[in-house]
């Protein structure tokens, strides 16, 4: 499992979701399936538009092969970054991600088009 460091507003969207099998399907994920730079682009994992390099997305999908017993986490994206320097320094270990947001697909908006 990756070491995962989570942003306020990512915090805020995990509380807004108000259902805990989600939230921890979401964190579980996060720790299990994020590594940056993405892997290969797909339909559940990319770059972000316009911040291509920079920061990514992922749906919350098992990987594949592996099942889910949270069909709704799937309807919910994280997007993420690689750590800044200050990250790694303030948390004295190893970081695999910052999470800046969590989005419902209802939110992505322009965001994987």
Known sequence: MSTILWQRMAY????AIGQSAIVHRL????EET????????????????GKQGKV???????????TDDCDAAADYYIVYREPTD?????????????????LHVSELGQLIK
């Open 27 to 30: 964190m579980k994920m996060a």
């Open 34 to 49: 994020l590594v940056f730079p993405p892997r290969e682009p797909s339909t559940d994992e990319n770059w972000v538009v």
């Open 12 to 15: 805020a969207d995990l509380m």
């Open 86 to 102: 200050e990250e790694y320094r303030k948390n004295d270990r190893h970081l695999a991600c910052t999470v800046m947001r969590v």
């Open 56 to 66: 990514a997305w992922r749906r919350a999908v098992p990987p594949s092969g592996q």
